[in-house]
């Protein structure tokens, strides 16, 4: 964990890490562990957003938009939980996290929030959905080999990844746990590596199969060619905003499983006036100007993570509203809000 290249300046970083976490210095990777990152903050192992979003047409214009602002906050609750799980595995005494995961389209506000929030920037690595199409479950799987022999080049023994993603039905966790004993099985056997997988489960809200959703996260040990998986879950409850609303997730999927190759399009919009909305009195409690503008991929995710810091006057304008027109909720959920802070 943390022990795979060795910087300039003393401190150790993850096998396949291209940037010091600590001066931000560049590492001596090999070239063919250099995976998908054209000097950007993201390791795309799939279609690169950030260099198709700025050429992508807006699509519409909206007069007025309004959210419900108690599940609003309550998603930037759930944001700070990952944040949270996140600051313990790197601070653990095995040292920073080697690797973080997320999957397109639900985990893309997740990395776009570990990347905008926490030291973790430039360590997200971003793959197509495993039910995408074919592509994305074989480049998962090739970027795991390649981990895993780094790991045993450099004379690791304990690897640790942390992977993050929506869990609505459980299907996707029972994917990826198939996906990495298949590609540990297909490794050589040339030493003993240990990789433990840290899942951070976001469970919606309205999920209807928790009980499923349960059960794939109770799986055992299991050890292949010298490489032992050892899973470990942690569950997130909470409102998994727009989850499947391509206008707020600025993000539609093209393909299907059957296809060979990962498609996505950019869905760009612009709206003269965002409203959050308390669901009890029924009151625009903050009303702001114009989105869709800019560079960020997903408004909701962009927006929580940097309009709903307690640092910033937005905050200010909304505590106002709460006191005229908001809920006892309303005012509950913001205190919490403060509380997290900016993680």
């Known amino acids: 964990m943390g022990l795979g290249v060795r910087c300039r300046c003393g ?101 776009e929030h570990v990347n905008l929030n926490y030291v973790a920037r ?77 899942f951070a489960a976001v469970i919606p809200e309205d999920a209807a199969n928790r009980p499923q959703v349960l059960k794939k996260t109770q799986r055992p040990p299991m050890t292949a060619k010298g490489i032992s998986l050892i899973p470990e879950f942690t569950l997130l409850y909470g409102p998994v905003l727009f989850y499947d609303d391509p206008k707020f997730l600025g993000l539609d999927r093209v393909s299907g499983g059957d296809f060979e190759q990962e498609d996505y399009r950019i869905v760009k919009w612009r709206a003269s006036l965002f409203s959050m909305t308390c669901p009890v009195t029924r009151q625009a409690i903050w009303n702001g100007g114009t989105i869709g503008e800019g560079d960020a991929p997903s408004f909701i995710s962009s927006f929580v993570s940097l309009g709903l810091s307690h640092d910033r006057p937005e905050i200010d304008q909304l505590a106002r509203g709460l006191v005229s027109e908001g809920c006892p909720d309303c005012r509950r959920l913001l205190a919490l809000v403060n509380e997290e802070g900016q993680p």
Not at 47 to 58: E, G, K, N
């Open 11 to 111: 401190f150790t970083n993850g096998p396949l890490a291209d940037l010091c976490l600590k001066c931000l210095g560049d590492l001596a990777l090999p070239s063919d562990c250099r995976r998908g990152r054209n000097g950007g903050p993201f390791a795309w192992e799939t279609v690169d957003l950030s260099q198709v979003y700025p050429t992508a047409p807006f699509e519409e214009t909206v007069e007025r938009v309004s959210v419900d602002l108690h599940a609003l906050l309550r998603y930037r609750l759930l944001l700070a939980g990952l944040l949270r799980w996140l600051e313990r595995l790197d601070t653990a005494s095995s040292g920073p996290i080697d690797e973080i995961v997320s999957f397109l389209r639900g985990g893309w506000p997740f990395a």
């Open 122 to 198: 430039r360590r997200m690595r971003i793959f197509g959905g495993l039910n995408h199409a074919r592509r994305p479950s074989r480049v998962f799987q090739d970027w795991f080999g390649v981990l895993v022999k780094r790991a045993r080049d450099v004379g690791l023994e304990r690897l640790d990844i942390a992977l993050i993603d929506e869990a609505y039905s459980g299907s996707g966790l029972g994917r990826i746990w198939k996906l990495l004993t298949e590609a540990a099985a297909r490794q050589p056997n040339m030493g003993r590596v240990e990789v433990r997988l840290h």
